[in-house]
């Protein structure tokens, strides 16, 4: 396929992924969230730079996405863990079906046209935007029965494959309604985006095993390209700590405003394109 940098191969491009985790590190860690909202519509503007094909961009960006917030899901849930922030009881109750959600997930976008699911993230990331200026807090209510749970398992796990995302912007809302402290809400979502980046990012990767026509580039396995994998992997592993300390020194309402523009105009560029 034609690219404009590809050619300049992998090493070369490492820098500007590494540049672009350390930038979503800091909203992972200010916000208690993966980077994938902020990483979906970046990675989008890139691999649309770089040249990918228009039918692999959307996708990528999404499979990349989940790919690379495998070892930031990992690290953020042990530190939440050490911290006494993960409720145990309610990652087992939501551990199967959220990640029989995300692999459902992951297999529908690869099904979907690449404008079609753009526009889903981009009114997913608006509605997003919203709810932070709202900052309305979910109403409490008796702890519900084994089937809503798994029903919100797999809508969560579903949705968050589907976009590129952890699923913190939704398993913390529901955690809390079910009675769960702040702290632990935000600790067991953390926690349960391991499963959700891992089940969607094996879907993702399956078309480099069952789809050899896929007009893939270079250095990519399936809908996820390696390099940027592991640039952001890594720029996020040490921004994130950043974006702890500045979460815990601005102004709560502050962060979250600033946060919903960037979201609303994220949200904006992917239903535009």
Known sequence: MDALLIDSGPLALLAVFLLLGLV????????????????????????????????????????????????????????????????????????????????????????????????????????????????????????????????????????????????????????LSQGREIRQAIGSAAALGIPIAIAGSLVYLLPALLDPALDAPSWSLGYLYLPAVAGIALGAAVSVRGGVWLAHRLPVLMLRRAFAGVLMLAGLYMLLR
């Open 24 to 175: 979503t590190g800091i909203p992972a860690g200010m916000f208690g969230i993966g980077g994938g909202l902020v990483l979906v519509p970046a990675l989008v503007w890139l691999f649309t730079w770089m040249g990918f094909d228009s039918q692999f961009v959307v996708q990528a960006a999404i499979g990349t996405s989940l790919g690379a917030i495998v070892p930031t899901a990992m690290a953020s849930a042990r530190g939440h863990y050490l911290k006494g922030g993960v409720h145990a009881p309610s990652v087992r109750r939501l551990l199967l079906p959220i990640a029989a959600g995300a692999m459902l997930g992951a297999w529908l976008a690869i099904q979907i046209d690449g404008r079609t699911l753009a526009r889903v993230f981009g009114v997913f990331e608006i509605a997003i935007a919203l709810w932070l200026f709202a900052a309305v807090r979910p109403p409490t209510r008796p702890e519900s029965g084994p089937a809503v749970w798994s029903a919100a398992g797999t809508g969560i796990g579903a949705v968050s494959a589907l976009i590129g995302i952890a699923g913190g912007t939704l398993t913390t809302p529901f955690l």
